[in-house]
């Protein structure tokens, strides 16, 4: 069965740290993108950041840039987020994604849905004190 898993949410007082893993079954990530999203309660699912299959390219959404940096571990078959100096308003549940090719991330808007093949059930980050 292909699948991703996320993991490593929790709670976390403001200003901490979460770091995120999203791991593969039943296939190699190595020739795949990868995209972290969020959806807040009430609030529309938003891209947060993506890393190319190579994990030699990343973006990030304004909101995060400078706090959260995403990885790469093929031999782990697993993507991470780092996320630091966290606030409130990034509380919500974390999706990763993951999109086939190896030239997807240069073809592809990154925070277009539909382009990607797998998702997982996502973890939830709540940031409060």
């Known amino acids: 069965q292909l699948q991703l898993v996320e993991s490593g949410g929790g709670l976390v007082q403001p200003g901490g740290s979460l770091r995120l893993s999203c791991t593969a079954s039943?296939?190699?990530?190595?020739?795949?993108?990868i995209g972290w999203f969020r959806q807040a309660p009430g609030k529309v699912r938003e891209g947060v950041s993506c890393?190319?299959?190579?994990?030699?390219?990343?973006n990030y959404a304004d909101s995060v840039k400078g706090r959260f940096t995403i990885s790469k571990d093929d031999a782990k078959n697993a993507v991470y987020l780092q996320m630091n100096s966290l606030k409130p308003e990034d509380t919500a549940v974390y999706y990763c994604?993951?999109?086939?090719?190896?030239?997807?991330?240069?073809?592809?808007?990154?925070?277009?849905?539909?382009?990607?093949?797998?998702w997982g059930q996502g973890t939830q980050v709540t940031v409060a004190s």
């Open positions: 039943g296939f190699s990530l190595n020739h795949y993108a």
């Open positions: 994604a993951a999109a086939y090719g190896s030239d997807w991330y240069y073809r592809h808007p990154t925070w277009i849905e539909s382009t990607y093949d797998y």
């Open positions: 890393i190319s299959s190579r994990g030699s390219d990343t």
